[in-house]
């Protein structure tokens, strides 16, 4: 199987909830990252898993945190859901450590707090 | 906050012109790298450049590089209907974080 697959495509959740979102990397990657895209603006980097180790952090709080499995695919999971964590949250995946190698992405999570 | 500026913000060109975009970041980088975006879906790879190198090319696509200057541009030639998207810049650094520009908004009018 090919590409990177999202799942779900879209959710809606209250504020103070917790969100789960899923990631599939493309065969033969072996790093995988998250990144947060409101409305209008580029993706924020969240973080960065290679090998099932968190190797690479943007500026995010501890709410948001991560799992790479065995089979390199990954979890991202928000507490405590604010208002503003309503975006588009994107998965990428890339071989061998992502230095030097372009990132596969999925067509993304389309995150709704209320 | 994200490391790269992009202009312009927006771009208006007519089918067949060249389209400019550029981008500026602000520290060491190991590669930049150049995305499209159609309509907020998923992003598309077109191109990347190390940092050890200054210009790379890639059917339409003409990529240069700056370090010097922090800065890159990317120039579609030729340009087509479908060519209308975002474009985004992005810089992998050292610390294994990848920071996306705030994008061009490219229409190309037929």
């Known amino acids: 199987e090919t590409g990177v697959t999202q799942s779900p495509t879209h959710l809606i959740k209250t504020r103070g909830q917790q969100v789960t979102l899923r990631c599939s990397s493309q065969?033969?990657?072996?790093?995988v990252s998250w990144y947060q895209q409101a409305l209008g603006q580029g993706p924020q980097f969240i973080f960065q898993?290679?090998?099932?180790?968190?190797?690479g952090r943007g500026n995010f709080p501890p709410r948001f945190s991560g799992l790479q499995f065995p089979n390199y695919s990954s979890e991202l999971n928000v507490n405590a859901l604010e208002l503003d964590d309503s975006a588009l949250y994107l998965c990428?995946?890339?071989?061998?450590?992502?230095?030097?190698?372009?990132?596969?992405f999925g067509s993304g999570t389309r995150l709704t707090v209320v | 906050s994200q490391q790269g500026e992009e202009d312009p913000q927006a771009l208006s060109i007519q089918e067949g012109e060249n389209a400019t975009m550029n981008c500026s970041y602000k520290?060491?980088?190991?590669?930049l790298q150049w995305y499209r975006q159609n309509s907020g879906r998923g992003l598309v790879h077109l191109i990347l450049?190390?940092?050890?190198?200054r210009e790379k090319h890639s059917g339409r696509l003409r990529v240069t590089l700056d370090t010097s200057k922090k800065s890159s541009s990317l120039l579609i030639t030729a340009s087509r209907a479908a060519d209308t998207a975002s474009y985004f810049c992005?810089?992998?650094?050292?610390?294994?974080?990848?920071?996306f520009g705030t994008g061009t908004s490219l229409t190309v009018i037929p």
């Open positions: 990428a995946s890339s071989p061998v450590g992502g230095l030097g190698y372009g990132y596969t």
């Open positions: 065969s033969g990657h072996n790093t």
């Open positions: 992005a810089t992998e650094n050292t610390g294994n974080q990848f920071y």
């Open positions: 520290t060491s980088i190991n590669n």
């Open positions: 450049i190390r940092s050890n190198e």
């Open positions: 898993y290679y090998r099932e180790e968190e190797n």
